[in-house]
């Protein structure tokens, strides 16, 4: 079992910035993939955010290009999403997720790709 918690969501004026951690602990040495998803009331959990444990590549959802940046410290097991310019669309709850092994079936941004997810942080960026 492998577990996450999120940590660094919080209320932010359009244009500033956040940055999130998600912390993980449990079986994590067979580790392929984390990535960062996002849900807004009403709506479907859409992707943000990719990247490869062993060599650190990565994927952004077009929507994020230029202002996320999702990083990870392999020391500490902990994956980040730095959020720059912050939009009131960006506004939702965001859940890290953690990827076991490599499958030829793996898509980086589809949630049923992911093996565990974390409780969620809201984010929520005022006009």
């Known amino acids: 079992q492998v577990q996450l918690v999120e940590s660094g969501g919080g209320l932010v004026q359009a244009g500033g910035s956040l940055r999130l951690s998600c912390t993980t602990s449990g079986r994590t040495a067979s580790r392929y993939a984390m990535a960062w998803f996002r849900q807004a009331p009403g709506k479907e959990r859409d992707f943000v955010a990719s990247?490869?444990?062993?060599?650190?590549?990565?994927n952004n959802a077009d929507s994020v290009k230029g202002r996320f940046t999702i990083s990870r410290d392999r020391a500490k097991n902990t994956v980040y999403l730095q959020m720059n310019d912050l939009k009131p669309e960006d506004t939702a709850v965001y859940f890290c997720a953690d990827r076991k092994r490599y499958s030829v079936l793996y898509r980086y941004n589809a949630p049923d790709s992911y093996d565990y997810w974390g409780q969620g942080t809201q984010v929520t960026v005022s006009s």
């Open positions: 990247i490869t444990w062993y060599d650190g590549s990565t």
